[in-house]
């Protein structure tokens, strides 16, 4: 069984307009939902092999709350240059390489890839994917590379509002 968490990061700030975008931090409610949602997820007694993160700064920083909350060293975290601005076609090829050794990932990203992923895999349409909603997507395949929009479906979504 294949299981991956489709994690958009934690709401940014757009205080420093000086900033790249890649660079932008979490805000006050990005520092509040983020450990929110790891502690929620942490509940699910999930295991993640791997955590996978934009390098974005939000998205790692949402990634290290994360990783707090399952015990995960930060240093683990692995930074996929592919994941900012990518389309969700391009998330889903990337999802194809995974090791096949890895069972369970949590996969930090943006929208509107996460979105458009996460509607890859439903029936019912998502309009937004929120800052820090979680969408969870599994499959009875034991290779990453038969990981598809056949073989896999969402099975659960959670979203920051829905916790309070």
């Given at each position: 069984m294949k299981t991956i968490y489709f994690i958009r990061h934690a709401k940014s700030d757009w205080e420093h307009l000086d900033l790249?975008?890649?660079?932008?931090?979490?805000?006050?409610?990005?520092?509040?939902d983020a450990p929110r949602m790891a502690a929620f997820l942490k509940e699910k007694k999930i295991t993640p092999s791997?955590?996978?993160s934009s390098p974005a700064n939000r998205a790692h920083m949402?990634?290290?709350?994360?990783?707090?909350a399952?015990?995960?060293?930060?240093?683990?975290?692995?930074?996929?240059?592919k994941i900012y601005l990518a389309s969700s076609i391009t998330l889903l090829?990337?999802?194809?390489?995974?090791?096949?050794?890895?069972?369970t990932i949590l996969l930090f990203g943006h929208n509107p890839?996460?979105?458009?992923?996460?509607?890859?895999f439903g029936k019912e349409r998502i309009d937004n994917v929120p800052t820090c909603g979680i969408v969870c997507v599994e499959s009875r395949v034991k290779k990453w590379k038969d990981f598809s929009q056949t073989t896999a479906s969402r099975r659960a979504v959670y979203f920051p509002k829905n916790l309070s």
């Open positions: 790249a975008d890649i660079d932008r931090p979490l805000n006050d409610r990005g520092f509040r791997a955590i996978v949402t990634a290290n709350f994360f990783a707090d399952f015990g995960i060293d930060r240093e683990k975290i692995i930074i996929q240059s090829e990337l999802i194809l390489t995974f090791p096949d050794t890895w069972e890839s996460m979105t458009e992923l996460a509607n890859l």
